[in-house]
């Protein structure tokens, strides 16, 4: 618990049962994605904070005082699926604390409703990755192809991936040289040990189409990482023109550069006007965002589409490709097949 804030400090209930259960919890954090659990320290951090300003009681947390801290995110100016996320990791602590989950109160409900009722009506849009698209892909490929800047080899090799298995990109970081094994007429199938919704023994395959493969195989020979099985598949790339060979991958920020690096490449500086002042060109998320797109355009089915991406909800993959079948409604398709040709004036 002392990665969270020390259990002293914690402005709560002094209780040795609660204490221990805390204990536990952190001894089982493995049990959640490193993410998940980045996400509930900061915001135990700023829930403890704000309950010590305002002298609350912060574990177990009443529903008058969570009601109170929502509040206070959303008047702070937090989005809308900022003040949801605080309050399901609130509940997940007071379930693993093994105490009352204050968000089943009406008055949490209300609040929350209320919060997502003005952000609405006040105009607040859910942000969205700018979509790397199959043609922007094949774009740079045409660019980039014949270099021997081992940067841009790895730099091509990564987009090929990251668009043809719709990883995140935490996932494309934890990818090893051994992960890389061949089908029957030699095209690289990828061996992902798992990722944020399938956890299992048998992990999940991922293949690649014959000009990935090309790709991929490219960065592999000129890097040297072929005779390295237990490397990171995709390293920093010295100025000297040398792979860094590291123990951790590389960063979710470092992995970013590569997006940006092809952005300016492609000459789109300045072309996108900022969502949520974020989003102001390709970013981690991008090429998930543009497969999924590029799948729906092309009349994929949804289910087949949330195989590729491992969404477990179709809600979420609905917010990614929401305005590529915005015509393809029911209600479009008949007006376009029975409404009259000339409407009079």
């Not at 980039?144 to 935490?170: C, P």
């Not at 023994?201 to 005779?227: C, D, F, M, P, V």
């Amino acid at each position: 618990m002392s990665e969270i804030v020390p259990l002293t400090r914690l402005t709560v209930t002094r209780n040795s049962d609660i204490t221990e259960r805390l204990r536990q919890f952190v001894q089982d954090k493995e049990a959640f994605s490193p993410n998940t659990w980045r996400q509930l320290l900061s915001v135990m951090r700023i829930c403890n904070q704000w309950s010590e300003d305002n002298q609350r009681t912060f574990l177990p947390m009443s529903a008058e005082d969570l009601r109170d801290y929502l509040s206070f995110l959303a008047e702070s100016g937090r989005a809308s699926s900022t003040v949801t996320s605080h309050a399901a990791l609130i509940s997940m602590l007071h379930r693993n604390a093994g105490l009352p989950v204050p968000n089943v109160s009406p008055l949490v409900f209300r609040t929350m409703k209320r919060i997502n009722r003005v952000a609405v009506v006040s105009g607040e849009r859910a942000g969205q990755a700018v979509p790397f698209r199959l043609t922007d892909l094949m774009a740079l490929d045409k660019k980039w192809a014949g270099s021997d800047n081992l940067q841009v080899l790895r730099d091509m090799a990564f987009l090929h991936v990251a668009y043809a298995t719709l990883l995140r990109i935490s996932e494309l970081s934890r990818l090893r040289v051994r992960d890389v094994m061949r089908a029957g007429d030699g095209r690289i199938i990828l061996d992902v040990a798992w990722t944020k919704t399938i956890v299992q023994t048998g992990g999940l395959i991922k293949a690649l189409s014959t000009h990935s493969t090309r790709r991929l195989e490219e960065w592999i020979e000129a890097s040297g990482l072929s005779s390295q099985p237990d490397a990171w598949l995709f390293n920093a790339v010295h100025r000297s023109g040398r792979i860094i060979i590291t123990e951790k991958p590389m960063s979710t920020r470092a992995l970013e550069q590569i997006f940006k690096r092809a952005w300016r490449t492609a000459g789109k500086a300045g072309a996108i006007k900022a969502n949520k002042n974020r989003y102001t060109g390709w970013s981690g998320h991008s090429a998930r965002v543009g497969a999924a797109q590029d799948m729906a355009d092309k009349g994929y089915p949804v289910a087949r589409i949330m195989q590729e991406g491992t969404w477990k909800k179709p809600e979420t993959l609905m917010r990614y490709i929401r305005h590529v079948d915005a015509h393809k409604g029911a209600m479009v398709e008949f007006m376009e097949q029975y409404a009259e040709p000339d409407i009079p004036g």
